[in-house]
């Protein structure tokens, strides 16, 4: 029991989504208790509930961050999306190999779960193992949890967060390819195996943002004194690691240096921003004759135009810039154009 109270605790102390898990399994605990689980499931059930307290110390913290933070880069997903995105998790990242992983895999956990063992060999039915379906129902049941709770809230989805899952998909693709008569085992095992990765070579060796190679294009051409302003502020973090000690970097809309991205009250106070006075702070900033490199990306969630506007606020007063580099969005995941304007006067 202290393991399994060390596990909860231990979960819901590194991610969020825990709760979800750790809920299902707590309540499918007390309802086997109360079917005839006997005092072994109680007790169980009550292991999960001790480990909960170890989170009661963070209760204040977490209760701040969801009044104050909340993932506002991204509006909630409806169900489809949850399930769409674990699948491409699973399958290694974006891309051609990761959609054939994911339908292989797919077609494993149906075989797993959706036929059982007869005379006659396997036959369509629910899986007859008992352990099978309690971990597919964990996992499912999580995933509905997490997914109803998402957007009832309206906080944000990324496919990693389908880990919670990722058990019960591989005891079940497993007993799939078990299902599978003759040889199919080991020539869909090869190919899973062989999709995956190539799937995750594919995906460890792109960049997901453009701002390298914005930040090449920077320094082929920046002198001391230039000034390199991201917009908005979510793109900044990687470029100040890249230029500092090198030119000096603001992040849009609070004119920071741009090292981190404060998250608090985050909408509201986009919401509330007065792009041409942030315009008037990056004059302010710059040296005169020094070229400002406006590094920007319309379309982030809470920012809607701005970047686009503070571009044109920019030619007003700098005149016109010349674009250095062209956003390509099937490239990189965070794509960003690169506008130079000429000195300040």
């Given at each position: 029991?202290?393991?399994?109270?060390?596990?909860?605790?231990?979960?819901?102390?590194?991610?969020?989504?825990?709760?979800?898990?750790?809920?299902?399994?707590?309540?499918?605990?007390?309802?086997?208790?109360?079917?005839?689980?006997?005092?072994?499931?109680?007790?169980?059930?009550?292991?999960?509930?001790?480990?909960?307290?170890?989170?009661?110390?963070?209760?204040?913290?977490?209760?701040?961050?969801?009044?104050?933070?909340?993932?506002?880069?991204?509006?909630?997903?409806?169900?489809?999306?949850?399930?769409?995105?674990?699948?491409?998790?699973?399958?290694?990242?974006?891309?051609?190999?990761?959609?054939?992983?994911?339908?292989?895999?797919?077609?494993?956990?149906?075989?797993?779960?959706?036929?059982?063992?007869?005379?006659?060999?396997?036959?369509?039915?629910?899986?007859d193992l008992g352990w099978l379906r309690v971990s597919a129902g964990i996992g499912l049941a999580t995933m509905l949890l997490g997914a109803a709770v998402s957007l009832a809230t309206d906080t944000a989805f990324q496919g990693r967060y389908g880990m919670f899952a990722l058990v019960p998909v591989v005891l079940a693709a497993g007993m799939g390819l078990r299902r599978l008569p003759g040889g199919g085992a080991v020539v869909a095992l090869a190919l899973l195996v062989l999709l995956s990765g190539v799937s995750v070579?594919?995906?460890?060796?792109?960049?997901?943002?453009?701002?390298?190679?914005?930040?090449?294009?920077?320094?082929d051409d920046a002198a001391t004194g230039d000034l390199a302003v991201f917009c908005p502020?979510?793109?900044?973090?990687?470029?100040?690691?890249?230029?500092?000690?090198?030119?000096?970097?603001?992040?849009?809309?609070?004119?920071?240096?741009g090292r981190r991205v404060d998250c608090l009250n985050y909408a509201q106070r986009n919401a509330a921003i007065d792009v041409a006075a942030v315009?008037?702070?990056?004059?302010?900033?710059?040296?005169?004759?020094?070229?400002?490199?406006?590094?920007?990306?319309?379309?982030?969630?809470?920012?809607?135009a701005q970047c686009g506007e503070l571009r044109l606020e920019l030619a007003d007063r700098l005149g016109r810039p010349t674009k250095v580099v062209r956003a390509d969005g099937d490239a990189f995941d965070d794509a960003a154009n690169l506008s130079r304007f000429p000195g300040r006067p």
């Open positions: 029991r202290a393991a399994v109270s060390g596990g909860a605790a231990a979960l819901l102390l590194t991610h969020y989504w825990s709760f979800f898990i750790v809920a299902v399994v707590g309540i499918g605990l007390l309802g086997g208790g109360r079917r005839g689980g006997g005092e072994r499931a109680f007790r169980l059930a009550g292991a999960v509930a001790a480990g909960c307290m170890a989170f009661i110390p963070w209760l204040p913290v977490f209760l701040d961050q969801l009044a104050h933070t909340g993932t506002p880069w991204s509006p909630a997903p409806r169900p489809t999306v949850v399930a769409a995105l674990t699948l491409e998790a699973y399958g290694g990242g974006r891309g051609s190999e990761a959609l054939l992983v994911a339908v292989v895999l797919s077609v494993l956990v149906v075989l797993g779960v959706g036929t059982r063992t007869s005379g006659s060999g396997a036959v369509l039915g629910c899986t070579v594919r995906e460890l060796s792109r960049d997901r943002t453009q701002v390298g190679v914005v930040v090449a294009a920077i320094l502020d979510q793109l900044a973090p990687a470029g100040h690691r890249l230029l500092a000690g090198r030119l000096t970097t603001l992040s849009y809309p609070m004119l920071d240096d315009a008037d702070g990056i004059l302010q900033q710059a040296d005169a004759g020094s070229v400002v490199w406006l590094v920007w990306m319309d379309g982030y969630e809470t920012f809607d």
